[in-house]
T-cell receptor, first 110, second 117 residues
Framework: QKEVEQDPGPLSVPEGAIVSLNCTYS??????FMWYRQYSRKGPELLMY????GNKEDGRFTAQVDKSSKYISLFIRDSQPSDSATYLC??????????FGRGTSLIVHP | GAVVSQHPSWVICKSGTSVKIECRSLDFQATTMFWYRQFPKQSLMLMAT?????????EQGVEKDKFLINHASLTLSTLTVTSAHPEDSSFYIC?????????????FGEGSRLTVL
């Protein structure tokens, strides 16, 4: 079993839809839960992160972590074509570098 | 946020030649940089951790003699793919942490797409 599992998609949605992206992980030592966004042929950039369980909201994006079930989610409200990218979940243990999921490709069509 | 610059963004080379990729931290000093490799529709795979002034630490299965890493200054790390072969064709990305940051966020370069003919 991989440490971080993520469905690669692609996930195709119409503009304005609510998007739900998910990951599961196996290492209970993970403390930080990051989401990176990667546009085609570019390096990833940090979108947002949460520490431990709970929700965190930033504009149209909400990150959610349930440590009891080892489940990580990212919700995007009012999705836009500019949100089309690959979203990588990246849980992290302390100051160690994150463990990346394979990413979910999201396509938001007008 | 911190900026990491990578060069070249793409390179095509003949089989058997060597290719050097540079990774620079532009507005901060990075004692440690990380080199990743990414195949299409696959996750980022950590290849090695580059340490300023000392030898790089390679992940299991990564040939250190094939992927030479040099971190001669606090703002520059280089990855040299020696005697490249078509199977080395991939997207190589470097990253670093801003030591002034408190999130442990990794800042990534733009990536270098290598095609070996």
């Amino acid at each position: 079993q991989k440490e971080v599992e993520q469905d690669p998609g692609p996930l195709s949605v119409p503009e304005g839809a609510i998007v739900s992206l998910n990951c599961t992980y196996s290492n209970s030592a993970f403390q930080y839960f990051m989401w990176y966004r990667q546009y085609s042929r570019k390096g990833p950039e940090l979108l947002m992160y949460t520490y431990s369980s709970g929700n965190k909201e930033d504009g149209r994006f909400t990150a959610q972590v349930d440590k009891s079930s080892k489940y990580i989610s990212l919700f995007i409200r009012d999705s836009q074509p500019s949100d089309s990218a690959t979203y990588l979940c990246a849980p992290q243990r302390g100051s160690y570098i994150p463990t990346f999921g394979r990413g979910t490709s999201l396509i938001v069509h007008p | 946020g911190a900026v990491v610059s990578q060069h070249p963004s793409w390179v095509i080379c003949k089989s058997g030649t060597s290719v050097k990729i540079e990774c620079r931290s532009l507005d901060f000093q990075a004692t440690t940089m990380f080199w990743y490799r990414q195949f299409p529709k696959q996750s980022l795979m950590l290849m090695a951790t580059s340490n300023e002034g000392s030898k790089a630490t390679y992940e299991q299965g990564v040939e250190k003699d094939k992927f030479l890493i040099n971190h001669a200054s606090l703002t520059l790390s280089t990855l040299t793919v020696t005697s490249a072969h078509p199977e080395d064709s991939s997207f190589y990305i470097c990253s670093a942490r801003d030591p002034q940051g408190n999130t442990g966020e990794l800042f990534f370069g733009e990536g270098s797409r290598l095609t070996v003919l």
